[in-house]
């Protein structure tokens, strides 16, 4: 099982890239902060690197080997992302994609989100917190039932940031 996640991660991150730029038809160099369609961090940032814990906890049930933790982690993140090129797309409902509002940029995808959820995991290896996975859960939770109640997927970062 262990190599199994080891040798498919890099599998996994080609063909959702793949995805991503066959749907989104971008490859413009992303701002660093701002929107999710166009920088690598937004406010979903924070949301991705407390999802990484709680990740990350449920990862470490299993893989307790560095490398294969992170590449853990990292499965999951572009298994969660790859799910997302098809919410942008249509693929899943039509009503989603309105939600979702276009595509994230690729350095919000690859880069901003990917790191974020892997440093999240990193977070959660180094401390082992109980009282760290269930906040971020928490947390998560509670950013979900928000956004999920919005009319769109950036509503709450335009209000909260007066962008």
Same mark, same amino acid.
């Given at each position: 099982?262990?190599?199994?996640?080891?040798?498919?991660?890099p599998?996994?991150?080609?063909?959702?890239?793949?995805s991503?730029f066959?749907?989104s038809?971008?490859? %413009?160099?992303?701002?660093?902060v701002?929107?999710?369609?166009? /920088?690598?961090?937004? =406010?979903?940032?924070?949301?991705?690197?407390? /999802?990484?814990?709680?990740?990350g906890?449920?990862?470490?049930?299993?893989?307790?080997?560095? *490398?294969?933790f992170?590449?853990?982690?990292l499965?999951? /993140?572009?298994?969660?992302?790859?799910?997302?090129v098809l919410?942008?797309?249509?693929?899943i409902?039509?009503?989603?994609?309105?939600w979702?509002?276009?595509?994230?940029?690729?350095?919000?995808?690859?880069?901003? %989100?990917?790191? /974020?959820?892997? &440093?999240?995991?990193?977070?959660?290896?180094t401390?082992?917190?109980?009282? &760290?996975w269930?906040?971020a859960?928490?947390?998560? *939770?509670?950013?979900?039932?928000?956004?999920?109640t919005?009319?769109?997927?950036?509503?709450?970062?335009?209000?909260?940031l007066? =962008?």
């Amino acid at each position: 099982m262990n190599w199994f996640v080891l040798i498919t991660t890099p599998f996994l991150f080609i063909a959702v890239l793949l995805s991503h730029f066959q749907f989104s038809g971008r490859v %413009d160099l992303p701002l660093l902060v701002g929107y999710r369609d166009d /920088a690598i961090l937004d =406010l979903w940032s924070i949301h991705h690197l407390l /999802a990484g814990v709680v990740v990350g906890r449920i990862v470490f049930c299993k893989f307790k080997e560095p *490398l294969v933790f992170v590449s853990a982690v990292l499965f999951v /993140a572009l298994a969660w992302e790859g799910s997302e090129v098809l919410m942008e797309a249509g693929e899943i409902g039509k009503g989603l994609a309105v939600w979702k509002g276009g595509f994230e940029h690729w350095g919000n995808r690859f880069v901003g %989100d990917l790191v /974020a959820v892997t &440093l999240g995991g990193w977070w959660f290896w180094t401390h082992r917190s109980n009282r &760290l996975w269930q906040s971020a859960l928490v947390f998560c *939770l509670l950013w979900f039932a928000i956004n999920f109640t919005t009319p769109d997927s950036m509503y709450v970062q335009r209000f909260l940031l007066k =962008l």
